[in-house]
């Protein structure tokens, strides 16, 4: 089945340690995204890709980072610098311009 | 930039009735795209329908239909005959068709339909 995998469903991490959000997908689409949700705030950009080696900032960039060395994976790092990282956070895969975008099961990740 | 606004922080409907929740876009660019997506309790994100701005009819899928007014620059979705399961929260975005594929995306609505 294609898809787009984000894993783990739950993440817990003490205050001022970085972790790493995983999103694979199988559709062969070039361009990946990563948002965060929060209440009331709806989805926000963190970064976006359209070509493997290649990202772009979105408009929540800073305490965050992401590489994209494969086509299929789009990790994202949440940095200790990310003063709010509780937040749940969603990944998205896009096949093209004028396609919509696929999005996996999102990431619930707490910080304590 | 792209910007989408939902105005709608929570809408209610009679079960079987129709409910329109609005979209309106801000762009300057002449080639985008719309989307609405719904998300569940689940936190699933599940894409509904999509409209081109060169579209020249009003996309429908099913029970969807997105009312396209290009003027006004809006793209507000129409559900008709509304569902128990159509409770949920409902998001617009935009996407330009050129250049950097940045998909925005509003702060949506929240529906709820009852009995």
């Known amino acids: 089945d294609g898809g787009i995998t984000q894993s783990p469903k739950y993440l817990f991490r003490k205050e001022g340690q970085n972790v790493t959000l995983s999103c694979e997908q199988n559709l062969n689409h070039d361009a990946m995204y990563w948002y965060r949700q929060d209440p009331g705030q709806g989805l926000r950009l963190i970064y976006y890709?359209?070509?493997?080696?290649?990202?772009q900032k979105g408009d929540i960039a800073e305490g965050y980072s992401v590489s994209r060395e494969k086509k299929e994976s789009f990790p994202l790092t949440v940095t200790s610098a990310q003063k709010n990282p509780t937040a749940f956070y969603l990944c998205a895969s896009r096949g093209g311009a004028d396609t919509e975008a696929f999005f996996g099961q999102g990431t619930r990740l707490t910080v304590v | 930039a792209q910007k989408i606004t939902q105005t709608q922080p929570g809408m209610f409907v009679q079960e079987k009735e129709a409910v329109t929740l609005d979209c309106t876009y801000d762009t300057s660019d002449q080639s985008y795209g719309l989307f609405w997506y719904k998300q569940p309790s689940s936190g699933e994100m599940i894409f509904l329908i999509y409209?081109?701005?060169?579209?020249?009819q009003n996309a429908t899928e099913g029970r969807y239909s997105l009312n396209f007014q290009k003027a006004r620059k809006s793209a507000n979705l129409v559900i008709s005959a509304s569902q128990l399961g159509d409770s949920a929260m409902y998001f617009c975005?935009?996407?330009?068709?050129?250049?950097?594929?940045?998909?925005?995306f509003g702060i949506g609505t929240k529906l709820q339909v009852i009995p």
């Open positions: 890709s359209q070509i493997v080696n290649d990202f």
């Open positions: 975005a935009i996407a330009l068709l050129g250049g950097y594929q940045k998909v925005t």
């Open positions: 409209q081109g701005s060169y579209d020249e």
